[in-house]
């Protein structure tokens, strides 16, 4: 006799508590709803995913310096690019890549009087 009241109690506090979790979940959520949480935290992930690379930081993933000459930052971004694609991180990779493009880009807005090309071609005539 004793353990079955014991059981039913078991299973009544057991539904109580399962109720009570559900209450405070969905308020939880109405609460966050009304705060606006859920888009704070939607446009703090976009924010965060659109910032650019800076030139520092690509110079730091590729491991040169501002007078390095582009033929080495090439051949660096190959290197790490080749090295990342064989032997696993996908996002390693990725900021390889991107870390040669913000190069890249802070490469050609040095215009013409630069020396080299994105490409290594020399920019300059012969005279």
Excluded at 104 to 115: I, L, M, T
């Amino acid at each position: 006799m004793a353990a079955k009241i014991l059981a039913n109690l078991i299973v009544m506090g057991g539904g109580i508590l399962a109720r009570a979790v559900v209450q405070a979940y969905r308020q939880a959520l109405a609460n966050a709803s009304k705060n606006g949480v859920a888009q704070e935290t939607i446009q703090n992930t976009i924010r965060r995913a659109s910032k650019a690379m800076s030139e520092k930081e690509a110079r730091q993933i590729l491991g040169v310096t501002e007078e390095t000459p582009w033929e080495e930052i090439v051949r660096r971004y190959d290197t790490l690019f080749e090295n990342n694609a064989k032997n696993g991180s996908f996002y390693l990779q990725s900021k390889v890549h991107r870390a040669k493009e913000c190069l890249e880009a802070v490469h050609q807005s040095k215009g013409p009087g630069s020396g080299q090309g994105p490409q290594g071609v020399s920019n300059s005539t012969p005279s």
